[in-house]
């Protein structure tokens, strides 16, 4: 039962490498889809491990053992082994909570004012253009979606360049792309492995809606060049957005600009298959490994409070 349970918090540490592999090898949309779920699925199978060691931890204890009507001891490893990994795991449970917590206070704040100040400019119409010194344009998710631009980027840009610009970021809030940020940003507080995976989902956005763009303005070479020229513009900028907010500036350009001036390399069947196999695979095994040791760690319950026999 214990055994089962490292599964999931040992198999973080290989995802990021897979994803990397992944997101080289699949389609930008799918490889974003594709880590996405996967990294969630490991977030919530690391929870859910680290909350079964907490559990058999507490049932070790005589008095939360009396409350769990336990009228034998609980079957587990030796003590020496339990009592230390359920310490540990409430420790790292209640570290990602509270940074958890933190974070999305942060990030509401950041929001809201993003939000507010948006609403206070003149609309042309998903268009929000702020008066401002240091050059920066984000898509903006919320009802509407809104691309804000400062003046200051405006002006960094010429006019085919703001056109692509702005593709790129309606193709941010047309995918949804917020959302998947935020799912990374979430699953990096699950397990300190999957910190690594929020370069990987952001840089698959970025990707995804470079592609979109490129099919909008049908010349990536012109793509390229903005997002260069944004990029640079706004280097030595800081911004006030909110980390879930994608922008074209975003992620590592250099590398986004070679994928958009580079000619696609031929994908095969078994490269793409692959790819995405090893990723589902760890995603399933952790999965089945913590279901597999909770319904153990259930039916020890049971037997221990006498309700099925030894």
Not at 67 to 87: F, N, Q
Not at 189 to 199: D, E, G, Q, Y
Not at 267 to 280: M, N, P
Request: glycine share 6%.
């Amino acid at each position: 039962m214990t055994a089962l349970l490292l599964i999931p918090l040992l198999l973080p540490f290989v995802v990021p490498l897979l994803a990397r592999r992944a997101l080289a090898r699949l389609a930008p949309v799918t490889a974003l889809w594709t880590i996405t779920a996967a990294a969630l699925v490991q977030a919530g199978a690391c929870v859910a491990a680290l909350g079964c060691l907490v559990l058999i931890g507490l049932l070790k204890v005589p008095a939360f053992a009396a409350l769990g009507e336990l009228v034998h001891p609980l079957r587990t490893p030796s003590d020496y082994a339990v009592l230390p990994a359920a310490a540990i795991a409430t420790g790292l449970l209640s570290i990602g909570a509270w940074t958890l917590g933190r974070s999305a206070l942060r990030q509401t704040r950041a929001f809201r004012t993003a939000r507010a100040e948006a609403d206070r400019r003149p609309i042309a119409g998903d268009l929000c253009v702020i008066d401002a010194p240091h050059p920066d344009a984000y898509a903006l998710p919320g009802r509407p979606h809104r691309i804000v631009v400062t003046t200051a980027m405006l002006r960094s840009l010429g006019p085919d360049e703001r056109d692509a610009l702005f593709a790129h970021e309606r193709a941010h809030n047309r995918g949804g792309h917020h959302y998947f940020l935020a799912a990374a940003e979430l699953a990096a507080h699950c397990h300190p492995a999957l910190r690594r995976l929020r370069a990987v989902i952001r840089l698959a956005a970025e990707r995804a809606a470079d592609e979109a763009a490129a099919a909008a303005v049908r010349d990536r070479r012109l793509l390229a060049r903005a997002i260069a020229r944004a990029a640079l513009a706004g280097q030595a900028a800081s911004s006030t957005r909110p980390d879930f907010a994608p922008a074209a500036t975003a992620g590592p350009v250099p590398q986004r600009v070679a994928a958009l001036l580079a000619t696609p390399a031929p994908r095969t069947r078994r490269s793409v298959y692959g790819a995405a196999l090893f990723l589902t695979a760890c995603a399933v095994l952790s999965a089945t490994a913590v279901a597999t040791g909770a319904i153990t760690f259930h039916h020890e319950v049971e037997i221990a409070q006498g309700e099925e026999p030894r």
